[in-house]
């Protein structure tokens, strides 16, 4: 099993559709959780990182971790199709981050 | 925000050379930095992490030989690839270590990674 699962997708939503991605991951010494948003042949941006179960926002964009169910998820509200990109979580601890497989999101106008 | 640059952004070069590549943190001082691999529709996958003034660590299955890495100042890191062949082929991102928040979070800030295409 992957340290860090998370579904490819393609997901392609209308704009200001509201999207949610998910990740599931395994290892306990996780201490806290990123997103990054990829646009192709781009590095990896930081969108929001946490560190404890709960509800994070920045602006259209909320980051929520559940520790005991071992769930991490991305909401993006209004969405926009400058939001089309690949959209990576990542668990980290002790510097190292672990990243999902990414999933490629599409937003259509 | 921190920015961390990379040259070149690709290369093309001959099976049997050897290819550098730069990682720069721009705006700030990155004690760590990390080289990851990414080949297409998969996730990037970590090959090694640099330190300053020390040697590297390199992630299991990646050989230390072959993928040569210097952190020769707090600002620079660099990746040669020697003896590149085909299946080296691929894109190659650094990050830095952007610090630690208060809530204890380590920050990593990629760079916008370099192509390599070996022939």
């Known amino acids: 099993q992957k340290e860090v699962e998370q579904d490819p997708g393609p997901l392609s939503v209308p704009e200001g559709a509201i999207v949610s991605l998910n990740c599931t991951y395994s290892n306990s010494a996780f201490q806290y959780f990123m997103w990054y948003r990829q646009y192709s042949r781009k590095g990896p941006e930081l969108l929001m990182y946490?560190?404890?179960?709960g509800n994070k926002e920045d602006g259209r964009f909320t980051a929520q971790v559940d520790k005991s169910s071992k769930y991490i998820s991305l909401f993006i509200r209004d969405s926009q199709p400058s939001d089309s990109a690949t959209y990576l979580c990542a668990g980290g601890s002790n510097y190292k981050l672990t990243f999902g497989k990414g999933t490629l999101l599409t937003v259509n106008p | 925000g921190a920015v961390v640059s990379q040259h070149p952004s690709w290369v093309i070069c001959k099976s049997g050379t050897s290819v550098k590549i730069e990682c720069r943190s721009l705006?700030?001082?990155?004690?760590?930095m990390f080289w990851y691999r990414q080949f297409p529709k998969q996730s990037l996958m970590l090959m090694a992490t640099?330190?300053?003034?020390?040697?590297?660590?390199?992630e299991q299955g990646v050989e230390k030989d072959k993928f040569l890495i210097n952190h020769a100042s707090l600002t620079l890191s660099t990746l040669t690839v020697t003896s590149a062949h085909p299946e080296d082929s691929s894109f190659y991102i650094c990050s830095a270590h952007g610090g630690r928040t208060s809530g204890g979070t380590d920050t990593q800030y990629f760079g916008p990674g370099t192509r390599l295409t070996v022939l």
């Open positions: 640099s330190n300053e003034g020390s040697k590297a660590t390199y």
């Open positions: 946490t560190y404890s179960s």
């Open positions: 705006d700030f001082q990155a004690t760590t």
